[in-house]
Nanobody
Framework: QVQLVESGGGSVQAGDSLRLSCAASGRTVSGYALGWFRQVTGKEREFIAG???????YYADPVKGRFTISRDNPKNTVYLQMDSLKSADTAVYYC??????????????WGQGTQVTVSS
């Protein structure tokens, strides 16, 4: 079992930056692919960024060039640096872990989510 806890959400203005963190416990995450999803009330949860066990990053089109995912295996943590935030980025953000590509295979482990609100 992998337990995931997100932090770093909050309320910001359009154009600002935020960095989300997701701390894992239970198992070392070096053997897992990690990723971030977001969900707006009434809509499906959507993939936004993933990073493989070897460090390869991949992003959904709406966040390419603005968000950066990274991982620190010794700290058992994955990060999401969000720059040039837009009101459309307002959502609950979730981190996830799995053995396979986070974008194509639903991961089994999820955090509880952290709210990001961007005001224009």
């Amino acid at each position: 079992q992998v337990q995931l806890v997100e932090s770093g959400g909050g309320s910001v203005q359009a154009g600002d930056s935020l960095r989300l963190s997701c701390a894992a416990s239970g198992r070392t995450v070096s053997g897992y692919a990690l990723g971030w999803f977001r969900q707006v009330t009434g809509k499906e949860r959507e993939f936004i960024a993933g990073i493989s066990q070897s460090g390869t990053q991949y992003y959904a089109d709406p966040v390419k060039g603005r968000f950066t995912i990274s991982r620190d295996n010794p700290k058992n943590t994955v990060y999401l640096q969000m720059d040039s935030l837009k009101s459309a980025d307002t959502a609950v953000y979730y981190c996830a872990a799995g053995l396979f590509n986070i974008q194509t295979t639903k991961p089994p482990y999820w955090g509880q989510g952290t709210q990001v609100t961007v005001s224009s």
